[in-house]
């Protein structure tokens, strides 16, 4: 499809990052070039030529970028049974029984959280409700997926609660995405016209396949309406090796910088909802006392070896204190540059060491709402810091925000209005201490985080959304309904209110 380009915005206010640098408040004009800032001025002062878009007033802020994103898994839940509101195991079972199957001739349910529920996930609740329909419900965090009988037999796989967890889980994952290519790929362009609705110009894509060939495929078919910065996995990186992948190499094949290579992800533990991340302090009743290493230390550092050499950045999963630790001991050891996604549980230690190896923090503020209650409960006896998005801040570390969706929804507003406020819904916000600015959540949304975000500045990228509200004006709660006017990315406009 082709998208409108313009020559100038008009009348615009400039908010966000770089309007620091501008005098006053008072509208501007904006000229682009070749898909970049040419030129800012007060409105009028310049003879605008060419397509000219008139704001009419509305603020211009960077575009905003998701920093973990499983875009696939992200874009089919929206054809898959909404599950966050359950409220028992029987309640999940029996909303699946009531659910017809898709084109697959499967049930999927996604994004329930057992945690806390009166009762356990099992075979039996399961099979009762769903009869022999193959019928999968995958957890909130993705580490674990719920089968009945019927989807176990058809998997080829055995569990005696149905229940498949970390590894499994995962692989289930990728079986589920597995539609044919057309199914998967119209539901990509919805996802990513719903983002770009919501002032969203980029995202890391971090899918457990081999992006690039997912990539290549959309971007021959006109895919495009946003950056995408694809990732590889352990078990795809001599392939990658192998075939040449750098880290900000653009997509083989294509001409363009819509599409480049990003890192190498590494998932070394577990998550909080099945109680499997790796931590210090032992939980009180569970299968694993301290969670589980998924990834050894010895292989965690030969893995990001590897991938340091052939030029690929490094995006280590640690949620725990404990993988945190081993992770950033691989960090020191390797040379790697990246990032430690997650970050949910950080010894007080290791907050200046992350700052001195100058790793960033690729982290999830709405996660810290979700799991409040789950974190007061599970992570009571935790000596180290649950969600500390101010103290990593405060240390100088980089920080990146991202939804990890479908974990929780691709949506910067609500990553900023949770890190910026620490509440929602009513409550009385969680830990306040640790919530940072709304000029600090801005900048932690743009590309390059919020140590160095991207400006509104001459010889800047046109990646731009335009608000109908000053973000920095507004209480931090309520930018979850912040009102998006347009998106505009190199210069394309690719969503318009």
Same mark, same amino acid.
């Given at each position: 499809?082709?998208?409108?380009?313009?020559?100038?915005?008009?009348?615009?206010?400039?908010?966000?990052?770089?309007?620091?640098?501008?005098?006053?408040?008072?509208?501007?004009?904006?000229?682009?070039?070749?898909?970049?800032?040419?030129?800012?001025?007060?409105?009028?002062?310049?003879?605008?030529?060419?397509?000219?878009?008139?704001?009419?007033?509305?603020?211009?802020?960077?575009?905003?970028?998701?920093?973990?994103?499983?875009?696939?898994?992200?874009? @089919?839940?929206? $054809?898959?049974?909404?599950?966050? *509101? !359950?409220?028992?195991?029987?309640? /999940? =079972? #029996?909303?699946?029984? %009531?659910?017809?199957?898709?084109?697959?001739?499967?049930?999927?349910?996604?994004?329930?959280?057992?945690?806390?529920?009166?009762?356990?996930?099992?075979?039996?609740?399961?099979?009762?409700?769903?009869?022999?329909?193959?019928?999968?419900?995958?957890?909130?965090?993705?580490?674990?997926?719920?089968?009945?009988?019927?989807?176990?037999?058809?998997?080829?796989?055995?569990?005696?609660?149905?229940?498949?967890?970390?590894?499994?889980?995962?692989?289930?994952?990728?079986? @589920?995405?597995? $539609?044919?290519?057309?199914?998967? *790929? !119209?539901?990509?362009?919805?996802? /990513? =016209? #719903?983002?770009?609705? %919501?002032?969203?110009?980029?995202?890391?894509?971090?899918?457990?396949?081999?992006?690039?060939?997912?990539?290549?495929?959309?971007?021959?078919?006109?895919?495009?309406?946003?950056?995408?910065?694809?990732?590889?996995?352990?078990?795809?990186?001599?392939?990658?090796?192998?075939?040449?992948?750098?880290?900000?190499?653009?997509?083989?094949?294509?001409?363009?910088?819509?599409?480049?290579?990003?890192?190498?992800?590494?998932?070394?533990?577990?998550?909080?909802?099945?109680?499997?991340?790796?931590?210090?302090?032992?939980?009180? *009743? !569970?299968?694993?006392?301290?969670?589980?290493?998924?990834?050894?230390?010895?292989?965690?550092?030969?893995?990001?070896?590897?991938?340091?050499?052939?030029?690929?950045?490094?995006?280590?999963?640690?949620?725990?204190?404990?993988?945190?630790?081993?992770?950033?001991?691989?960090?020191?050891?390797?040379?790697?540059?990246?990032?430690?996604?997650?970050?949910?549980?950080?010894?007080?230690?290791?907050?200046?060491?992350?700052?001195?190896?100058?790793?960033?923090?690729?982290?999830?503020?709405?996660?810290?709402?979700?799991?409040?209650?789950?974190?007061?409960?599970?992570?009571?006896?935790?000596?180290?810091?649950?969600?500390?998005?101010?103290?990593?801040?405060?240390?100088?570390?980089?920080?990146?925000?991202?939804?990890?969706?479908?974990?929780?929804?691709?949506?910067?507003?609500?990553?900023?209005?949770?890190?910026?406020?620490?509440?929602?819904?009513?409550?009385?916000?969680?830990?306040?201490?640790?919530?940072?600015?709304?000029?600090?959540?801005?900048?932690?949304?743009?590309?390059?985080?919020?140590?160095?975000?991207?400006?509104?500045?001459?010889?800047?990228?046109?990646?731009?959304?335009?608000?109908?509200?000053?973000?920095?004006?507004?209480?931090?709660?309520?930018?979850?309904?912040?009102?998006?006017?347009?998106?505009?990315?190199?210069?394309?406009?690719?969503?318009?209110?």
């Amino acid at each position: 499809m082709s998208r409108p380009r313009i020559d100038a915005l008009a009348d615009v206010r400039i908010a966000g990052p770089g309007a620091e640098l501008l005098p006053g408040t008072e509208l501007y004009d904006i000229v682009l070039h070749d898909g970049r800032i040419a030129d800012i001025a007060p409105a009028g002062a310049l003879r605008l030529t060419g397509a000219v878009h008139r704001a009419e007033g509305a603020y211009v802020i960077p575009g905003l970028w998701d920093h973990h994103v499983h875009v696939t898994q992200w874009a @089919l839940a929206a $054809l898959r049974e909404p599950l966050g *509101d !359950a409220v028992s195991a029987t309640d /999940a =079972a #029996a909303r699946m029984g %009531r659910v017809a199957p898709g084109v697959d001739g499967r049930r999927v349910g996604t994004g329930f959280r057992d945690a806390l529920w009166p009762d356990t996930p099992s075979l039996e609740v399961l099979d009762a409700a769903t009869g022999d329909i193959p019928t999968y419900l995958i957890n909130a965090d993705v580490h674990s997926v719920w089968l009945n009988s019927a989807a176990l037999a058809r998997e080829g796989v055995s569990s005696d609660d149905g229940v498949l967890r970390e590894g499994p889980a995962f692989e289930m994952s990728r079986r @589920l995405n597995e $539609l044919p290519d057309r199914v998967s *790929d !119209a539901a990509v362009t919805a996802m /990513a =016209a #719903a983002a770009s609705a %919501r002032g969203v110009v980029g995202v890391v894509d971090l899918d457990m396949v081999w992006n690039e060939s997912s990539w290549q495929r959309r971007r021959s078919a006109g895919f495009d309406l946003l950056r995408v910065e694809f990732g590889v996995y352990p078990d795809l990186l001599d392939r990658a090796i192998a075939e040449g992948l750098r880290s900000g190499d653009p997509l083989r094949g294509d001409d363009g910088e819509l599409i480049t290579v990003g890192p190498l992800k590494a998932i070394t533990d577990g998550s909080l909802g099945t109680r499997t991340a790796a931590c210090s302090v032992a939980y009180a *009743d !569970a299968p694993h006392p301290h969670g589980l290493l998924t990834i050894p230390p010895d292989a965690l550092r030969e893995v990001m070896t590897g991938a340091t050499a052939a030029g690929l950045d490094c995006a280590i999963h640690a949620i725990g204190d404990e993988a945190m630790r081993h992770a950033l001991d691989a960090y020191a050891a390797t040379g790697a540059h990246g990032t430690i996604e997650h970050a949910q549980l950080v010894a007080v230690a290791d907050i200046p060491r992350m700052a001195r190896l100058g790793v960033a923090a690729s982290v999830q503020p709405e996660h810290a709402l979700d799991d409040r209650d789950l974190t007061d409960s599970i992570w009571a006896t935790q000596t180290a810091r649950p969600y500390p998005l101010r103290s990593l801040w405060a240390a100088g570390i980089d920080l990146r925000f991202g939804s990890d969706a479908p974990v929780s929804a691709l949506d910067p507003w609500r990553q900023i209005a949770a890190a910026a406020s620490r509440t929602r819904d009513g409550r009385e916000p969680w830990q306040p201490g640790e919530a940072v600015s709304v000029d600090v959540a801005l900048a932690a949304s743009t590309h390059r985080g919020s140590s160095n975000p991207d400006t509104i500045a001459v010889g800047q990228r046109a990646d731009l959304a335009l608000t109908a509200a000053d973000p920095r004006a507004m209480e931090p709660a309520a930018l979850r309904g912040m009102e998006i006017v347009g998106t505009i990315m190199g210069g394309r406009v690719i969503h318009r209110a």
